[in-house]
T-cell receptor, first 113, second 111 residues
Framework: EAGVTQFPSHSVIEKGQTVTLRCDPI?????LYWYRRVMGKEIKFLLH????????ESGMPNNRFLAERTGGTYSTLKVQPAELEDSGVYFC???????????FGPGTRLLVL | SQQGEEDPQALSIQEGENATMNCSYK?????LQWYRQNSGRGLVHLIL?????REKHSGRLRVTLDTSKKSSSLLITASRAADTASYFC???????????FGAGTTVTVRA
């Protein structure tokens, strides 16, 4: 069974540009989560989808971040326009049921110059 | 606010020794999970322990949970060089599905 995959693995962009990150959860997992770790800080929750619906987006830092999960399969996280403080590692995770094991992808390393 | 806090921040041991790290949290939890992250790689799930469980084993890993003290420990027995990584505890709340992570313990196993 394939694990959670994320694309791209690395992204280097300039401040003001747009970047879209993609996450493919484990097949059949209705729950999909986005987290990020900015330099030197702990991993922080961004948002949670159940199928295509946003269950909790309390961790989204501001309206420059937009997450979608059309069709309830893969998800995208768009940052527009990117700022320097958005640099970090963005993780995606999925779980079969809520409050069960969350399986993480390898992360996307974003660097905003 | 940070829910889990690992202790120590860093640990260096000789191959074959045991490594113990602790995690403390602030609010009531439903589950506590331990993850490992090798340098530059993703988070690998190690073990999940539920709030009504006190101890769990998986291979060379032993996790304990003391809900009265709001703390958990992860013991790695007979450590190997491949165990060199950062270890994180993560909790989810009773009515909360998101994980709250600590800052992690960096473990270095010397050959």
């Amino acid at each position: 069974e394939a694990g959670v995959t994320q694309f791209p693995s690395h992204s280097v962009i300039e401040k003001g540009q747009t970047v879209t990150l993609r996450c493919d959860p484990i097949s059949g997992h209705d729950n999909l989560y986005w987290y990020r770790r900015v330099m030197g800080k702990e991993i922080k929750f961004l948002l949670h989808f159940v199928k295509e619906s946003k269950q909790d987006e309390s961790g989204m830092p501001n309206n420059r971040f937009l997450a979608e999960r059309t069709g309830g399969t893969y998800s995208t996280l768009k940052v527009q326009p990117a700022e320097l403080e958005d640099s970090g590692v963005y993780f995606c995770a999925s779980s079969l049921r809520h409050q069960e094991t969350q399986y993480f992808g390898p992360g996307t390393r974003l660097l905003v110059l | 606010s940070q829910q889990g806090e690992e202790d120590p921040q860093a640990l260096s041991i000789q191959e074959g020794e045991n490594a113990t790290m602790n995690c403390s949290y602030k609010t009531s939890i439903n589950n506590l999970q331990w993850y490992r992250q090798n340098s530059g790689r993703g988070l690998v799930h190690l073990i999940l322990i539920r709030s009504n469980e006190r101890e769990k084993h998986s291979g060379r890993l032993r996790v304990t949970l003391d809900t009265s003290k709001k703390s958990s420990s992860l013991l790695i027995t007979a450590s190997r060089a491949a165990d060199t990584a950062s270890y994180f505890c993560a909790t989810d709340g009773v009515n909360d599905y998101k994980l709250s992570f600590g800052a992690g313990t960096t473990v270095t196993v010397r050959a």
